[in-house]
């Protein structure tokens, strides 16, 4: 992307963010995909739910949509290895 001689966007702008949807909505789907994502080891479908809620994020136009979607996938393979190692 490039800008005017003299011009550069806000360091916390995303220029792929949508306008038209408030913050404030998005960021409780990415808290939501957070919280999912760290209760995930213990409880499998949050795991699941905290990825749907992390890339519904994203495709709003929140930037830490995708991050908390690998969160809960992380926090899912890290409970089912836990499961994996821990039972005999």
């Given at each position: 992307?490039?800008?005017a001689?003299?011009?550069?966007?806000?360091?916390?702008d995303?220029?792929l963010?949508?306008?038209?949807?408030?913050?404030r909505g998005r960021?409780?789907?990415?808290?939501?995909?957070?919280?999912?994502?760290?209760l995930?080891p213990?409880l499998f479908?949050?795991?699941?739910v905290?990825?749907?809620l992390?890339?519904?994020?994203?495709?709003?136009?929140?930037?830490?949509g995708l991050p908390?979607a690998?969160l809960?996938?992380?926090?899912l393979?890290a409970?089912?290895?836990?499961?994996f190692?821990?039972?005999q």
């Open positions: 992307m490039t800008y001689a003299g011009t550069m966007p806000e360091p916390f995303d220029p963010a949508r306008p038209d949807i408030p913050v960021r409780a789907m990415v808290v939501a995909a957070v919280v999912c994502g760290l995930a213990w479908a949050l795991g699941v905290g990825m749907i992390g890339t519904l994020a994203h495709a709003k136009g929140d930037r830490y908390a690998f809960s996938g992380f926090g393979i409970g089912m290895a836990l499961v190692f821990t039972r």
